[in-house]
């Protein structure tokens, strides 16, 4: 008899998750699987990652530990809504020998019709990541046109200051603390201040 995981998510505090609950038991007891644990998230959004998730976050910790051997949930959308994110935890699923069963969808991998409709969401969420690569190469494109900088906003630093601070005795890992930049940017700062000195008539 498989041993059965149940998730159920909903998104806000004034619905419930009692209508999937019953739902995925009634199947569960139709297909003979014995329901072993269940995970829940009330009140979050599936938009949210797998460490703003707690419930869903310990399914895929139980998952490693061989806790089940079959995920069921009332549809996709309560497992995530990217298809992308999705995948890598159904993948990640799979790795570990654990079958999923989505209700709305009628995708129970535990059937060959199954697996092969989860291999078909494979080819999806890559054509998903692709067109977001996509999009966000067009963006800095018509960023770059537009001639607006890209990157991390330049930090100004008063080179005098550090400098003098250097002079006091400060150490290097000082001044970097104390001006939030790196050991290395705050050595070259010293070096080019102390060779501009050395170079002056």
């Given at each position: ?196 000195i050395l170079r002056l008539p």
């Open positions: 008899m498989k041993r059965a995981a149940l998730y159920l998510r909903v998104s806000t505090k004034e619905q419930t998750t009692d209508n999937q609950r019953m739902e995925l038991e009634r199947v569960a007891q139709a297909k003979g699987w014995n329901i072993t644990v269940i995970y829940e998230d009330e009140g979050i959004s599936g938009a949210k990652g797998r460490d703003k998730r707690p419930g869903y976050d310990q399914l895929l910790k139980d998952a490693v530990r061989a806790k089940f051997d079959v995920v069921m949930a009332w549809d996709v959308s309560r497992l995530g809504r990217s298809l992308a994110g999705l995948v890598t935890a159904l993948d990640e699923l799979h790795a570990h020998g654990i079958d999923l069963y989505l209700h709305q969808q009628a995708i129970d991998t535990t059937t060959p019709s199954g697996k092969a409709m989860f291999q078909m969401t494979g080819v999806f969420a890559e054509f998903e990541r692709s067109m977001i690569q996509e999009r966000v190469k067009a963006g800095l494109l018509r960023a770059k046109a537009a001639g607006i900088k890209l990157g991390r906003p330049t930090k100004l630093l008063n080179t005098e200051q550090i400098i003098a601070d250097r002079k006091t005795g400060k150490t290097t890992r000082q001044i970097a603390q104390k001006y939030n930049i790196s050991i290395g940017k705050a050595h070259n700062i010293i070096k080019t201040s102390s060779d501009e």
